[in-house]
């Protein structure tokens, strides 16, 4: 059985969640083919650069449409005195394990959520689907026992705590698109270095351009930050299956935005700052916490699928890695600035060999028409 990837685990779950959270205004109908784009694939960056913040930085002005080559350094003259950062601190733990049924057949796992000291839910691959009660022998000299099944996913106990286990045996859940094992380094540059909040099983990647000197400069020139936690999920790699954008369902992942979040949010509309999200996970957790129009603290998971035609409420500018073609990440993006403008951007950077996904470089994007529209 060869080795799996993160995106071999991956499918739809079902859920009775809302999905029209920030629901976008009746649009004519999109097709998956509209967020396509050419990508030679030795632009996929496979390993990070020595130096996190020396990737470079596509600066894209959203009503215009204008591109700029910078280095991701520049955001100390990108951003404005005044301004507020708000950054993901989700962090990525070394969610996959491999191991053995009782019957010999190799069985591989990534654990989508924790939901006890010994229990968690995961995605599951094996020649035979496991019934309850089977057990497995796992990495770390650890076994774990089939309970029952929630969708697609596999509810499991463990003979000992997971967090524990997964620290000491779990590997880094690396893209599909990287194709190759995790390593030792990976621990640290598949995570951002202001990451607290454990339960993520994919990295905010924006944040990883980040490293603690530019943090500080940034803070001298007094832009503010903020944390909000969302829990990146496997679903974030899963492919949009339907020709028709709108049918797409989200995967539920979990965010928490404090009152501490929505209070530097208006401050920095007092002073007349911008709100500049780091990354698709933090706009989906400012937005999803404005749904109704008003910024308010919410603690719990979200399903927002944004794609154009939707209004956004909070975030003006953002910093975000270049996406997926057909991804709803991608779907994101192009809601926030224009696709045209956004693809026209892609086929720049490919064009000027920019280096692309998880470990590759950023985008600085103000909005377009369509962004905040500061009633909060």
Not at 18 to 34: C, F, N, V
Not at 90 to 105: C, D, E, F, W
Not at 120 to 125: D, F, I, N, T
């Amino acid at each position: 059985m060869p080795s799996l990837g993160l995106g071999d685990f991956l499918s739809e779950r079902p859920s009775d969640l809302l999905t029209s959270l920030g629901k976008p205004a009746k649009m004519p109908a999109m097709r998956l083919t509209d967020f396509d784009y050419d990508l030679p694939p030795e632009l996929i960056a496979k390993t990070p650069l020595p130096e996190r913040s020396a990737s470079r930085l596509l600066c894209l002005e959203g009503n215009s449409g204008a591109l700029t080559d910078r280095r991701f350094r520049d955001l100390l003259e990108l951003l404005r005195p005044g301004d507020l950062l708000v950054l993901n601190d989700t962090r990525v733990i070394p969610a996959r394990l491999s191991g053995h049924k009782a019957s010999g057949g190799r069985v591989e796992l990534l654990v989508e959520r924790l939901v006890g000291d010994r229990q968690a839910v995961v995605h599951l691959r094996a020649s035979k689907s496991p019934k309850p009660g089977i057990k497995m022998n796992l990495e770390g000299n650890a076994v774990a026992t089939v309970t029952g099944r929630e969708g697609d996913l596999f509810c499991l106990t463990f003979d000992e705590p997971v967090a524990e286990l997964l620290e000491r045996a779990g590997h880094t859940p690396l893209p599909p698109y990287l194709n190759r094992s995790d390593t030792l380094a990976d621990r640290e540059r598949y995570q951002t270095v202001f990451a607290r909040q454990a339960g993520a099983v994919a990295a905010p990647t924006a944040g990883l351009h980040f490293d603690a000197a530019l943090l500080a400069a940034l803070e001298q020139r007094g832009i503010q930050r903020a944390h909000v936690t969302l829990h990146v999920g496997a679903g974030t790699f899963q492919p949009v299956r339907v020709d028709e954008v709108e049918a797409h369902v989200m995967h539920a992942e979990y965010l928490d935005v404090s009152e501490t979040v929505c209070e530097a949010v208006r401050q920095t509309r007092e002073r007349g700052g911008r709100v500049v999200a780091v990354g698709t996970t933090a706009v989906r957790a400012l937005e999803t916490a404005a749904a109704s129009g008003q910024l308010k603290p919410y603690q719990g998971e979200t399903r927002l699928f944004v794609y154009p035609g939707y209004r956004f409420h909070v975030v003006d500018a953002m910093i975000t890695n270049f996406h997926l073609p057909r991804s709803t990440l991608l779907m994101l993006v192009c809601a926030f600035a224009g696709r045209e403008h956004v693809l026209r951007g892609y086929a720049h950077a490919v064009a000027e060999s920019y280096r692309f996904f998880s470990y590759g470089d950023a985008m600085f994007i103000t909005s377009g028409s369509q962004g905040a529209d500061h009633e909060i």
